[in-house]
């Protein structure tokens, strides 16, 4: 839709692809069925991937950048109730979003929360 209303849009996804197909995924580094824990190494490719893109000023050019986490580690935290814990939880986003918010400028990211745990993980 985005693209729709500006023709000079880049990096988003070019059809299905994979973290290590540049070509197709481009800014997209996100791993099917990662946890939190693999948040800050995704948000590192992401600013690496960013700033050697042709193109993009990563200085000044404008940056949406939507972060859609939770999902599996609530489910596996439903199924182990151990691996990971909701302080570790919460550490590890607030990690990769300050991270992105640093690098990046003066475009925070979006986030796309799971719904909370009965136990409220995001407390």
């Not at 991937?49 to 940056?63: A, C, L, P, S, Y």
């Not at 691996?83 to 990211?109: C, F, S, V």
Request: charged share 25%.
């Amino acid at each position: 839709m985005l693209k729709k209303y500006n023709s000079n849009l880049t990096g988003y996804s070019r059809g299905v692809g994979s973290v290590k197909r540049r070509e197709k995924s481009r800014f997209n580094v996100a791993v099917p069925g990662s946890l939190s824990t693999k948040m800050v190494d995704q948000a590192r490719q992401l600013i690496d991937r960013m700033k050697e893109f042709q193109g993009v000023d990563f200085i000044n050019d404008w940056k949406m950048v939507t972060l859609f986490v939770g999902g599996n580690d609530l489910c596996d935290w439903v199924k182990l109730h151990k691996r990971i814990q909701p302080k570790k939880y919460k550490a590890n986003i607030k990690e990769a979003l300050d991270l992105l918010k640093k690098t990046t400028g003066q475009n925070p990211p979006s986030q796309s929360h799971a719904p909370p745990s009965p136990n409220s993980m995001l407390k």
